[in-house]
C-alpha cells in the first residue's frame, strides 16, 4: 500500500514538474500592459500593483488558466522614467 501511495505521489509530481516545463513568460511593457490589464482585470485598480490568475484561450481553442504581475506606475514615477510593466506566464 505505501509503494502503490509512493508510486501515485511520484507520477502527480512528475506531471506537476512537466506542466511548469511547458509554462511560457511574456513581459510586456508600454500600452500593451493597459490593454491587457483592461481585457483580464477589468476590475483593476490602476496606477498600481496588478496580480492574479486570468482565464485565456489558447491556439487549439482549449481554455486555460495563466498568471500575471502587473505594475502600472504612478504619474510622478512616471516622470522619473517609471514603465508599465507585467511578467505573464501562459
Known sequence: MKIRLLNLALLASILL??????????????????????????????PGKVKGAFQYINKNGEHKQGYAECS????????????????VQY
Not at 18 to 29: E, K, P
Open 17 to 46: 514538474a512537466s506542466s511548469l516545463a511547458h509554462a511560457q513568460t511574456v513581459t510586456l511593457t508600454g500600452e500593451a500592459v493597459e490593454e491587457f490589464i483592461s481585457k483580464h482585470f477589468p476590475d483593476a485598480e490602476i
Open 72 to 87: 502600472v506606475p504612478y504619474m510622478g514615477d512616471e516622470s522619473d522614467g517609471g514603465v508599465a510593466s507585467c511578467t
